[in-house]
């Protein structure tokens, strides 16, 4: 009777409701030509993890991570994180190290790039377009860039006729490059680039060896034009025995 009266502790969950909550998480495969990344896809199961699973420990939710990551990736993760294995990490650095593995991996500045090449397609939606600009803005962070970062992104959008072609392709190959190039720095390569028509593995090359050049050089001294026969060489001829000039007579 006694035991009748005590309410009812709450059950944990069964196997059975952990099951389901597992199989709702579908397979991770990287395509990040199509903006599948892992950061996306953790995002839309991670409530799932933090609130329906936070009682399962670290290591069961790290197996269930991995087990959730499609066979290239799997291999490719494993094999980065040697001679560690993926229970060496807690869950929350595992999902750190997934987010870096599997993420985007254009550089910020081909990010931004091609934010700025944004345009609606004629049969694209008209509701839907905002939505895609936001997105690929927060993606830019537009916010931290500094001005070295913006001028040569506007001076490289600009060359659009196409006779410029070339000359875009050398100067995003070395902003990509470079992240840390300054605005002189690129209008200099795109002068020179211009003008000689060069690739831009001799910019680099050119711009490298310009740097190393000493700011000033000491003047070469001059050259002395000789006059005739030197004294030196009558001398010479002296102590040979050999007079210091022809004989008018018979020319020896």
């Known amino acids: 009777m006694l035991a009748d009266r005590q309410s009812p502790q709450p059950a944990p969950a069964s196997t059975s409701s952990i099951d389901g909550l597992t199989n709702s998480i579908s397979e991770f495969s990287y395509d990040p030509e199509n903006g599948v990344k892992f950061e996306s896809c953790y995002r839309r199961d991670e409530e799932l993890f933090r609130v329906d699973l936070a009682s399962q420990d670290d290591a069961w939710k790290v197996r269930l991570l991995t087990r959730k990551l499609g066979p290239t990736e799997l291999k490719e993760y494993t094999d980065a994180i040697l001679p560690k294995s993926s ?29 700025l090449k944004l345009a609606i ?25 500094t001005d070295d970062q913006l001028k040569p992104l506007i001076l490289i959008c600009s060359f659009q006729i196409p006779k410029c072609t070339g000359l875009r392709t050398r100067l995003l190959h070395l902003i990509d490059h470079n992240k840390y190039l300054h605005w002189r720095s690129v209008l200099h390569d ?20 310009q740097k190393t050049l000493p700011t000033s050089c000491p003047p070469s001294p001059p050259q002395r034009k000789s006059k005739g026969v030197s004294a030196d060489t009558n ?18």
Do not use: I
């Open 87 to 115: 229970l060496y990490f807690t869950f929350g650095e595992s999902v750190q190290n997934l987010k870096s593995r599997f993420g985007e991996r254009t550089s910020l500045f081909s990010t931004r790039y091609q934010c």
């Open 121 to 145: 397609g004629e049969f694209d939606d008209f509701l839907d377009h905002p939505a895609v600009v936001n997105r690929e803005c927060e993606k830019s962070q537009f916010k931290s860039m």
């Open 190 to 209: 795109s002068r020179m680039a211009q003008a000689g028509g060069r690739s831009a593995p001799e910019v680099n090359m050119v711009q490298h060896f």
């Open 235 to 252: 001398r010479r001829r002296r102590s040979r025995g050999t007079p210091p000039s022809a004989c008018w007579h018979c020319g020896a």
